[in-house]
């Protein structure tokens, strides 16, 4: 429902800034839902939080990693369901210094 209305998560759609058109799309989004405008945008929000959460995670590989369970499946199609937001949502920089901690080799 969000997806189709990109207006909704990108910042630079010409539409993003029509307040009227969001809260109307919301309104929307909640009666489809059964639930209110309000419930609507706290339900993405909470989604959207959770996706960047888990794109910025590290996944340990190889034996050091958790069996697979049932778990991994649905994370993996939350991921997939959620990839529309993937260049929207801040990511967690890599980032490296020069910091020298004083100590001699």
């Given at each position: ?50 996706y ?26 939350f ?16 980032t ?10």
């Open positions: 429902m969000v997806e189709a209305r990109g207006y909704l998560y990108d910042p630079s759609h010409e539409m993003y800034s029509n307040r009227d058109l969001r809260k109307t799309a919301w309104a929307e989004i909640g009666n489809a839902m059964q639930i209110t405008e309000k419930q609507a945008q706290v339900k993405y929000t909470y989604l959207r939080d959770q960047t959460r888990r794109k910025n995670e590290v996944v340990p590989s190889g034996s050091g990693r958790k069996r697979k369970s049932k778990n991994d499946a649905i994370e993996k199609e991921l997939r369901r959620m990839s529309f937001l993937s260049g929207f949502v801040k990511t967690k920089r890599k490296s210094g020069n910091y020298d901690d004083g100590q001699i080799d």
